[in-house]
């Protein structure tokens, strides 16, 4: 595969004695959208959170296995330097409480020691807020409190607190399922504008979601890695009868 | 039908007494607040005047005086302590929160619990041994640090409780910008839960300001000003409680009047903390 920024090398992920994520192999090509796919328990999440290492996080959680960011072994790296190359967004919005809206957005420069000048901090507040496609809605009202948006405006508030870092990869854990219909085609949108500078990779329960916008999917079942190929061979000729089955709607 | 009814009354009348006493008990609580008040105010107000509370006392048979030595011992005594106990007890609570199951955190919040049941007087005791008789005498700072044990169970229990109703989305929101661990717990967890721990640390103060006994074998006390860590020093519970056993009425007068000077202090304390967490409520 041409340009690839992420290569998993037989990789499993371990909670205790519990095998989470059994030998996966797979690689992320550069600038598109990669969609995880699979019913809930599938190791979907777990997977990504081991990308940018949240994963070890939980105490008893082990990895086996070597994910490369480009040429270099991200188990090799600091965590704290990693996450600021592979940004996340979760389930739920997080945005700092006790932060306006400006310093959520830069919240990743402030925390981090960077200093910024005043002009260059406004201009990353205001790229990061355009390519979020929230600088409308909030222009205004940049100095009020993050948690007083409304939930899709809020997930776009992380989305665009994580863009700021001007990541490599940008992890997405299902990160509509808590918002309404509208919010959801809004963030749908927006990542189809993303994917021109970032690599996008979203966990998703749904279906749907998946095939709207993503270019590749993976689908995972207990573990495995089932099946990983452009989106429309998935949904139209899936070579794995247990991928067809989730598809056709017969588990998960 | 008739019995039926009958039995009905008497339940409604049940009822109606038992929700009587339910609020008579209740308001009795006030009663024991309300009589304090009053016979603190009526007693103590009439000695409350501006030499009272700018003079320090004037020695043994001549009237008059007043008790700044102990005004200002006390504030001496009440900030040292914060700022011996804050720190330490904030870094527990937040240790706690963070490391529920460990064997330090299980013991750090028993140790917190069994010190808050310790006497006050014990504490005293402590101090005494501990750093009184170490280093050779009487002095604020060891009655600050009697006063820090005594705020620190506070504190933690405080600050753990409101760290751990932090969400875990806020602290991974952090990390997951590459945040260091520290940074994320000193820029995010604690300014987060501020006015929960700031909340701890004023019932903490507002109790400490009033403790004598941990002051008796400590700080000792000092009739004259001092702002000298390393000698003894007045406070306002330790010269109410030596005026008040004192045989002379003009002491006992200016105990009361001592007593309403500390009174209102914790008041405006406690109404200062009740402002602040409206003020600063965090909305997640």
New interface residues.
Partial sequence: MEDTILKVVNFSAFFGTNQILKSINMEFPKKKVIAMMGPSGCGKTTFIRCI?R?HE?NHDATTDGSIFLHEEDIYDML??????RI??V?Q?P?????MSIFENVI??YS???IKLKKAEKEQVVEDSLTKAALWNEVKDSLHR?G?FLSGGQQQRL?IA??IA?KPEILLLDEPTSALDPISTHNIEELLLDLKNDYTIIIVTHNMQQASRVSDRTAFFYLGDLVEYDETQSIFTKPKEIRTQNYITGRFG | MKEQKRTLNARIISDFIFNGLVLLISAACAVPLILILYFIVSKGLSSISWTFLTNIPKPVGETGGGILNAIIGSLILVVMASVIAIPIAVIIGVYIAENRNTRVAKLARFSAEILQGVPSIVIGIIGYIWVVRTFGGFSAISGSIALAIMMLPVIVRTTEETVSLIPGSIKEAALALGVPYYKTMLSIIIPSGFSGIMTGIIISVARVAGETAPLLLTSFGNPFISTDPTKPIASLPQLIFNYAMSPYQSWKDQAWGAAFVLLTWILLISLLSKFLTRRWKIQF
């Fill in positions: 940018n949240m996080l965590p704290i330097f990693l996450r600021r940004g996340m979760f739920r997080n945005p700092f409480p006790t919240a990743g925390l981090n020691g409190r948690t992380c607190r994580a870092m």
